[in-house]
């Protein structure tokens, strides 16, 4: 009864490294996010997305990039990782509209060393 | 700015304690969700709300828009009950959510 996936739980990378998440929905969303959840801060959008090939920066985009090729699969890309990286990430879904029902992945827990 | 603010940050209960989670918010809203995340897991949405009440066993979800306001209430909790309670907010304007920073709950056998 999965419905959103997210590729890794656990995730360590070493400095300057690109690093992939990979998130995919089986609920033909229109709608993907990808946050980043610290602690004090809560929930933080990096980018979403409402169409594939569209995209837009969410708040704290800097250091962050996104592909959204296919419908289902929305991925985040950190392109020179670093330290200030390590978080817990999480990805969404829902449908294009207002008030509908969001789906969360597992998370991946990044470590940046 | 928060467009939402949760209280408490932290609560610690005995089993079998009535467990009140309070979520005040600032923007318009289409919908309400309160969501729950145990330790090292992700995060499972409990309820969508856009008005009125939801119950869910022993989860009760309240939504009051014109005070912009709602409380997750839990009855006789459980150690399993120990989580992160999240509230989020979808926006009247575009398609994002606004979250809350979350309550750690504890319950104590």
């Known amino acids: 009864d999965v419905k959103v996936t997210q590729s890794s739980r656990y995730l360590v990378k070493r400095t300057g490294e690109k690093v992939f998440l990979e998130c995919v929905q089986d609920m033909d969303h229109e709608n993907m996010f990808w946050y980043r959840q610290d602690p004090g801060l809560g929930l933080r959008l990096i980018y979403f997305?409402?169409?594939?090939?569209?995209?837009e920066k969410g708040d704290i985009p800097e250091g962050y990039s996104v592909s959204r090729e296919k419908k289902e699969r929305f991925s985040l890309i950190l392109e020179s990782a670093s330290t200030n990286q390590t978080s817990m990430y999480l990805c969404a879904s829902s449908l294009l509209g207002r008030g509908h029902e969001a789906f969360f992945g597992q998370g991946t827990r990044l470590t940046v060393v | 700015k928060n467009e939402v603010e949760q209280s408490p940050q932290n609560l610690t209960a005995q089993e079998g304690e009535f467990i009140t989670i309070n979520c005040s918010y600032s923007v318009g809203i289409s919908a309400l969700h309160w969501l729950q995340q145990h330790p090292g897991g992700g995060i499972v949405s409990l309820f969508m709300l856009s008005s009125g009440k939801k119950k869910h066993g022993r989860l009760i979800a309240t939504i009051n828009i014109q005070e912009k306001h709602s409380s997750l209430h839990i009855t006789a909790s459980h150690p399993r009950d120990s989580a992160v309670y999240i509230c989020?907010?979808?926006?009247?304007?575009?398609?994002?959510?606004?979250f809350g920073t979350g309550t750690s709950l504890t319950v104590i056998p």
């Open positions: 997305s409402y169409d594939v090939k569209m995209k």
């Open positions: 989020a907010v979808a926006a009247l304007t575009g398609n994002q959510f606004y």
